[in-house]
């Protein structure tokens, strides 16, 4: 008889006591949270509940006040000492961030670069990859997100759903060991979320982890594994999508479940 394997894995994303202020304005207030690899977590909760914050901190665009996330058992933006966090260079948090996609609301695409650019800049710039491999990876990436024949268009040319299916494809370029989306279908006309929505659950079926806030209910109660409520700077609760989406147990939950569903 086999001995049962036990998995110790750490998760992907680990957070522990994640506090941050800005000014006298305190709105993370102690979170925690866990995503293991291959599983999506979506993170729903009113507007200022600190999401965006939250999601930003994972990816060294804030520095937290106190507490710890690591990422693949590495901890975001520091070095451990003994007892001490010491903080990383820039240079060091760089090569950190290559390791995570963040999809914005507004795309950020660079404007003055086309499709096929924007998808190469950051593997030549900040992974030193050939670039005609890292052209051969774009044209790949550009087929998965049905763009293929976009490659030579700037930004302004294409519609925002085209322009987010692009974003989304940069951020892989990298092959990040996670993907962060921040509300990335509020910004489109609603005739154009089910396109990206479409792309972010193929990469969900692929096993990617992603962390991704949004206020679609239906794509949360079939793409995540987790669904996490957030209100006021911390997790109100989290579960499955059976239970936090048909079953809350907070009445916070509830009273925002009602506004948006
Ligand atoms: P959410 O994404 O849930 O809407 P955010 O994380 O963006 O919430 O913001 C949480 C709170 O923090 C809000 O009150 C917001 O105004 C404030 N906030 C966010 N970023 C900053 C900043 N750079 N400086 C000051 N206040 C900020
Ligand atoms: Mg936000």
Redesign the pocket.
Known sequence: MSTPTVTAARPMVEIRSVHKS??P?E??KGVDLDVRAGEVAVVL????????????SINHL?KVDSGTVSVDGTLVGYRRSGDKLYELREREILRQRTDIGFVFQNFNLFPHLTVLDNLTEAPVSALRRPKKDALATAVKLLERVGLADKADAYPRQLSGGQQQRVAIARALALEPKLLLF??PTSALDPELVGEVLDVIKDLAHQGTTMIV?THEIGFAREVADTVVF?DG?RIIEQGPPGEVLDNPRHERTKSFLSKVL
């Open positions: 800005f000014g304005l709105v993370l909760g009113p507007s200022g509940s600190g999401k965006s914050t939250l999601l930003r804030e921040d509300e806030v957030m700077g």
